[in-house]
């Protein structure tokens, strides 16, 4: 895996609480997703138009573990 590939921001959806609408989530690079899912850790997303932050659901981990994986 290239250098780039690690440190370039990848982009996942997730579902905002508040609206219900499936908002894009970006700036977290590969690598740091990588941690945060191997180490249990909270993956925050934002919703721009509810200016409202959650943690992503176990589903949407376990679809991003696999995204990951599969690139």
């Given at each position: 895996?290239?250098?780039?590939k690690?440190t370039?921001s990848?982009?996942?959806?997730s579902m ?20 945060f ?13 509810c200016?409202q932050?959650?943690?992503i659901s176990?589903?949407?981990r376990?679809?991003?573990?696999r995204e990951?994986?599969?690139?």
């Open positions: 895996m290239t250098a780039t690690r370039e990848v982009c996942f959806a905002c609480p508040k609206c219900g609408e499936l908002r894009p989530q970006r700036g977290y690079t590969r690598i740091a997703l990588l941690g899912l191997t180490a249990a850790y909270k993956i925050e997303a934002y919703c721009v138009t200016d932050f959650w943690p176990v589903s949407e376990d679809a991003l573990a990951l994986v599969d690139r």
